[in-house]
Nanobody
């Protein structure tokens, strides 16, 4: 079992920055990432990190940076140049790969960008 605790959401003006954190515990985590879900929309991938490799949604490339502190099992999402369309609940995701692949989710943190 993996437990994920998120922090760092909030309200920011367009053009501002926020940093999300997600601390994982309980098991070795192979992949960590962030997804988001805006009202009335499906949950979508924002960014992933695994063994140093990263992947970003096209909509956030050049503005968001994902990083991971392996010693702390913590993943970060630095969000710069925020836009109102970035407003969503952001969810931390962790994937463990053992006998089977397991997905875990954080509780979600609200990010609101005002225009």
């Amino acid at each position: 079992q993996v437990q994920l605790v998120e922090s760092g959401g909030g309200l920011v003006q367009a053009g501002g920055s926020l940093r999300l954190s997600c601390a994982g515990s309980g098991s070795i985590i192979n992949v960590m990432g962030w997804y988001r879900q805006a009202p009335g929309k499906q949950r979508e991938l924002v960014a992933l990190i695994s063994s140093g490799s990263t992947k970003y949604a096209d909509s956030v490339k050049g503005r968001f940076t994902i990083s991971r502190d392996n010693a702390k099992n913590t993943v970060y999402l630095q969000m710069n140049s925020l836009k109102p369309e970035d407003t969503a609940v952001y969810y931390c995701n962790a994937v463990t790969i053992g006998r089977s692949i397991q997905n875990y989710w954080g509780q979600g943190t609200q990010v609101t960008v005002s225009s």
